[in-house]
């Protein structure tokens, strides 16, 4: 017994390592947006010697809120409901869980996640903790370069889009049961443009739950073991703001495969202490 929580400390302390996942789209003049909303434009407003041999170029940008990855806050759904400016650093980071629907959207881009995937998520990794962001991976960002791709048409009229999103069913089971606060894909919503009304966003917004929208190669995030960072500038009375998001995976390693790998000072300094200790308690 004792002998493997010293196992287990130094397995801890040598073995998990810690990565980063970018999870946004460049914001340029020629990213999704959509809705008529406009396009990030940057202007030039200096460039040259600023004093002599002093090198500057300065700018300003424009643009519309609700495109590229970005962030949907209350505000955008809630005549009271808080603006971008508001919204607290600790509501836009959380532990974060991810559920693959790659294949199914692949074959299928009216795909409709049903609480079923879910629940089998669940089956493998265990029930989604409290507080924690949901994020759906559909495989999409690889259309990202083709508004007809990702939007499923060229025009862009909200009752002619068609990409795989989550049922009214799957949402509501996520904010009732699971007590999310994050909901996120790589599409451009979680939620239809069809009649079925955007429940999502009608019961995650005005509750002050937060959307992240055509979120950036989320198929690199394991099913857990990630913290989701997605803050945005507070930008006064915005309903929503373009992110930086990305995710802090934690990978934890066996010892055996530490040393395996290349052999570090640390690793080697912690195979004497083992080894000590063996000696120790053996
Ligand atoms: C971009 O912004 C500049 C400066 O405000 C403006 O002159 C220009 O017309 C804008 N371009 C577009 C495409 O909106
Ligand atoms: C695609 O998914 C939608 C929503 O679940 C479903 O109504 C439709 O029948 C599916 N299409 C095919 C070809 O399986």
Redesign the pocket.
């Known amino acids: 017994m004792k002998n493997s929580c010293v196992l287990a400390l130094f397995a801890a302390l040598v073995c998990v390592e810690s990565r980063l996942i970018d999870l946004s789209h460049k914001h340029g ?1 020629d990213g999704i947006m959509s809705f008529q909303m ?2 990030y ?3 030039e407003l200096f460039k040259g010697d600023f004093q002599p041999g002093m090198y500057v170029k300065v700018g ?1 940008y ?1 643009t519309g809120e609700h495109g590229g990855t970005h962030m949907d806050v209350p505000a955008h759904f809630s005549p009271n409901g808080m603006s971008v400016d508001q919204i607290p650093l600790e509501m836009t980071i959380a532990d974060g869980v991810m559920i693959d629907c790659a294949y199914e959207a692949s074959r299928n881009r009216s795909y409709l996640m049903p609480t079923q995937k879910i629940l089998d998520w669940e089956s493998v990794n265990g029930r989604i903790p409290d507080n924690s962001a949901v994020i759906v991976n559909f495989g999409w960002s690889q259309y990202y370069n083709s508004f007809e791709k990702f939007m499923g048409t060229k025009n862009d009229n909200i009752y002619e889009f068609n990409f795989p999103t989550l049922s009214k069913a799957a949402g509501d089971f996520l904010y009732e049961q699971r007590n999310i606060k994050i909901i996120g894909t790589d599409t451009a919503s979680p939620d239809g443009f069809d009649a079925s009304g955007l429940p999502i966003h009608m019961k995650y917004l005005p509750n002050n739950r937060l959307i992240l929208e055509e979120l950036k190669d989320t198929g690199l995030l394991p099913p857990k073991g990630f913290r989701l960072h997605a803050s945005p500038v507070k930008f006064v009375g915005a309903t929503g703001a373009q992110v930086r998001a990305f995710a802090i995976v934690s990978d934890t390693r066996d010892l055996e495969c530490c040393m395996n790998g290349a052999v570090t000072t640390v690793s080697a300094f912690a195979l004497v202490l083992l080894s000590s200790a063996f000696v120790f308690l053996g």
Do not use: G
Request: no cysteine.
């Open positions: 003049p406009p396009h434009n940057w202007t300003a424009s």
